[in-house]
């Protein structure tokens, strides 16, 4: 076991080598640079190149990349070109109100997901079965930001439930954590449904009934436990798909985080800050993927022991 958790774990380095070269690229093939948003328009040839050359931006970008990655990998994440700030600051800062979207939406995706799941599996085919994945249908087609603007219009302008922006109390938590929670309620809803289906097509659930044990105790203590390895990899990818999906949520409702951080860097052109945040949120993907795989090598021993 500790073998394969090793092998994956060493994996990771050249996964963050090759994701930290894309962002680096991306960021610098976009017209524009940060020395705009701080001169403006009007601005002297002669100011642009002393800036320029003060932030390091007149070196070749093999260079600027080396010197970036060198630096982050020592913990130095550099210094914001508008805001004057460090990055790391910044980034500690708005960290914590997107994992609190984050892991609220995660916890709605899938206890609202594995209990439609349950109910359509338990009941397949019947009314209860059709409504139970229409709605799982509508969480997975429908946009989050468009869901984000309904629930708003609806419980905050109309019926004032909730506070339309903000970050000060649950409540404002509440319309943010639905919107992204419900797309992924969607998906294990479907993914738990089928999986229990195929499972109640086993030789040996026949058996269990035949023995005469109740419904309850086999849809939970056997169908539903056998079904979790599927459930179980969704439950890895969504980790890290929540905070990449808690970004645009965070735009919408006005809500501080990585989201909001992101967009305001990306129309600066604020390098250092857009390019630790882009390799926070892929990496958060990566590292979401490599949990689910220590966990999926625990639920299936031929996993890891193709690894012996």
Do not use: C
């Amino acid at each position: 076991m500790w073998i394969y958790v090793l092998r994956r774990t060493l994996l990771l380095i050249p996964i963050f080598f090759v994701i930290s070269i894309v962002v680096f690229s991306l960021i610098h093939a976009v017209p524009g640079d940060p020395i705009d948003s701080l001169l403006g328009p009007g601005s002297l040839a002669e100011d642009r190149d002393i800036l320029v050359k003060a932030y390091g931006l007149d070196k070749p970008l093999p260079v600027q990349y080396y010197l970036w990655i060198s630096a982050f990998v020592s913990g130095d994440m550099g210094q914001s070109i508008i805001e004057k700030q460090p990055v790391s600051d910044m980034i500690f800062y708005n960290i914590p109100f997107t994992l609190r979207l984050g892991l609220a939406s995660l916890f709605i995706s899938f206890t609202l997901g594995i209990l439609i799941g349950i109910i359509s599996a338990s009941a397949r085919n019947t009314i209860i079965d059709y409504i139970g994945m229409i709605i799982a249908l509508l969480g997975v087609t429908v946009p989050a930001f468009w869901l984000g603007l309904i629930l708003m219009l609806i419980f905050s302008v109309m019926l004032g439930w909730f506070p339309v922006s903000g970050s000060g109390s649950w409540q404002t938590l509440v319309l943010p954590a639905i919107t992204v929670g419900l797309g992924g309620a969607g998906l294990i809803a479907r993914i738990t449904r089928a999986s229990m289906l195929e499972m109640f097509n086993q030789e040996f659930i026949l058996l269990l009934y035949a023995k005469g044990l109740s419904q309850y105790s086999i849809i939970v203590k056997h169908v539903f436990r056998n079904a979790l390895i599927p459930v179980i990899t969704i439950l890895g990818l969504r980790l890290g798909w929540i905070l990449g999906g808690a970004v645009t949520i965070e735009i919408v409702f006005s809500r501080p985080g990585i989201g909001n951080m992101l967009l305001t860097a990306l129309y600066r052109r604020d390098y250092p800050v857009v390019q630790a945040s882009l390799l926070f949120l892929t990496m958060a993907v990566i590292i979401g993927a490599f949990i689910t795989d220590i966990i999926y090598s625990y639920a299936d021993p031929r996993v890891r022991d193709t690894y012996k």
